[in-house]
């Protein structure tokens, strides 16, 4: 029987798919981490909020241009070769980070941490599909309730080490990264993923499957396919408004460390129950496709209610963590919508789709806080809304190119 036809328990797992989604989760917690301690970052190390914002962009523009490469490091060293060679990376730019003494420095750094973080997370969903025992849809959903339980632990995480000290967060990254190579190292069998798995329709035993050297140029040419390009140039387009939420709105929240690691908390965990419990029944009721642009819809008003009322603090607060649910719904639907739209490797086809990403997670960050200098805080928001609502006529307009994602699904 097809590994991804099984019907088992979405809790029913192998130990190694558990030791994957742990080290998933400490890996994200690093995306939220500096979240609380930005406006703490600015005051210690005298920078601005735009210099600060490039913590992001050095981080993302890494994440993208690595992903590219992942697929040929992940077929000489392996899946789990990989993922544990993204974590020692991570760990040791991390911990680095906390011992740095200027923000150029530190942004540096993060940069080196974005390309741990660029293998682990290109090779963690095709390990984590791969491993499943309940197939790809719900293997999904654990790939991305461990990103929200990442996500929502690493502001409460960063908000109290921050508090007593901005270096605090970014040592305890690296001890729990250390904590996840160990968990990788004896629960995840080697045997069990020598290379990339085969295409979307995998066979029983991955191992089994024959292995093919993977190239630069696959990422490329895994974009030819109309429906990949039409998901990434969605996801670049979206993560402008992702990102000026994650790296701006920090600043006008008028929170300290405590404050802003709460508020992320919560729209952190908002973040992890949609993508769990909520996007497949959307996925199911409407449809991948019309699901998806209905959340990015309301995800652009939101952004637009942050720009009108961005000198209202407890506005922007509740629309902070009203905006996790939107983006748990979005998260689910897009990462399956990409592992049907191609018929290429899905290590390829998550590549592909994360380098153009990341793209516009890592001019975002900059963009909010140089728009913010050069007129006020309403306009970073209401150009993030601008482009977050632009994703949603780009996939209207591309249906025909994205339908049969649906039909994949069952609609």
């Known amino acids: 029987m097809p590994h991804s036809n099984k019907q088992t328990s979405l809790l029913q797992q192998p130990r190694a798919l558990w030791a994957v989604s742990f080290a998933i989760v400490i ?6 981490l500096v979240d609380p301690i930005l406006p703490a970052i600015a005051h210690k190390l005298e920078a601005t909020p735009s210099q600060v914002s490039l913590l992001f962009t050095s981080y993302n523009a890494v ?7 992942t697929g040929v490091i992940s077929s000489k060293l392996g899946i789990k070769g990989t993922l544990m060679t993204g974590i020692v990376i991570i760990a040791i730019f991390s911990g680095l980070g906390g011992a740095s003494g200027g923000i150029w420095e530190l942004i540096g750094l993060r940069g080196g941490w974005g390309l741990g973080n660029a293998l682990f997370v290109a090779t963690s969903l095709t390990a984590i599909v791969s491993l499943s025992e309940s197939g790809t849809a719900k293997a999904i959903i654990l790939y991305e309730a461990a990103i929200g339980i990442g996500i929502s632990v690493g502001p409460l995480l960063g908000g109290e080490l921050g508090s007593i000290s901005w270096r605090g967060p970014f040592y305890g990254v690296a001890g729990l990264m250390v904590i996840a190579f160990i968990g990788l190292l004896f629960l995840m069998p080697s045997s069990r993923l020598k290379a990339a798995p085969g295409a979307l329709a995998p066979s029983p035993s991955p191992s089994a499957a024959p292995v093919r050297r993977a190239s630069l140029l696959d990422p490329f040419r895994a974009l030819k396919h109309r429906s990949l390009l039409v998901l ?3 996801a670049c387009l979206y993560n402008f408004g992702f990102f000026t939420l994650m790296a701006y709105s920090p600043f006008v929240m008028g929170l300290d460390e405590h404050g802003l690691g709460y508020v992320f908390l919560g729209w952190g965990l908002l973040l992890a129950i949609t993508s769990v419990f909520m996007a497949p029944k959307l996925q199911q009721k409407f449809g991948t496709v019309k699901s998806m642009s209905a959340m990015l819809f309301l995800f652009a008003l939101v952004l637009l209610a942050m720009g009108i009322w961005a000198d209202t603090p407890t506005v922007i607060i509740g629309c902070v963590i009203v905006a996790g649910a939107l983006l748990g719904n979005n998260n689910t639907l897009i990462t399956t919508a990409v592992m049907h739209a191609a018929p290429v490797e899905r290590s390829t086809a998550s590549a592909a789709y994360s380098f153009l990403r990341f793209l516009g997670g890592a001019v975002a960050p900059y963009l909010a ?4 200098e050069w007129y006020n805080p309403h306009i970073p928001f209401l150009v993030g809304a601008g ?4 994703s ?8 025909q190119h994205v339908k049969h994602v649906d039909l994949a699904e069952g609609h």
């Open 232 to 234: 990434g140039v969605a």
């Open 63 to 69: 994440m993208a241009v690595a992903m590219l490469i």
């Open 27 to 32: 890996a994200f917690m690093g995306l939220g």
């Open 369 to 372: 806080g140089k728009l913010a």
């Open 387 to 390: 482009f977050v609502m632009l």
């Open 392 to 399: 949603v006529v780009f996939i209207i307009m591309n249906g």
